[in-house]
């Protein structure tokens, strides 16, 4: 079994900047894909960024230039520094890893932008 710690959301205003971490732990064999994902109340979860295990990153348009996804393998955390922050990315931020072909989640960080 895997377990994930998340920590680094809250309350920041518009324009300001937040670092979301997430640590893996438990019966890690080799995490392939780290990524972040977001929902809000009504709409689905949705793909913020991901790393893969060789740092090919992916990111949704509406954060590109804003976000930056990395990941430190020794610790098996992958973070997401988040800048320019704008109301809409109002969110649970969860943590998602793909390690021996499971998937795991975490159990979501809200980030709340204020104007």
């Known amino acids: 079994q895997v377990q994930l710690v998340e920590s680094g959301g809250g309350l920041v205003q518009a324009g300001g900047s937040l670092r979301l971490s997430c640590a893996a732990s438990g019966s890690i064999w080799s995490i392939n894909t780290m990524g972040w994902y977001r929902q809000v109340p009504g709409k689905e979860r949705e793909l913020v960024a991901s790393i893969s295990r060789d740092s090919t990153t992916n990111y949704a348009g509406s954060v590109k230039d804003r976000f930056t996804v990395s990941r430190d393998n020794a610790k098996n955390t992958v973070y997401l520094q988040m800048n320019s922050l704008k109301q809409d990315d109002s969110a649970v931020y969860y943590c998602?890893?793909?390690?021996?072909?499971?998937?795991?989640w975490g159990q979501g960080t809200q980030v709340t932008v204020s104007s």
């Open positions: 998602r890893v793909i390690t021996a072909g499971r998937q795991y």
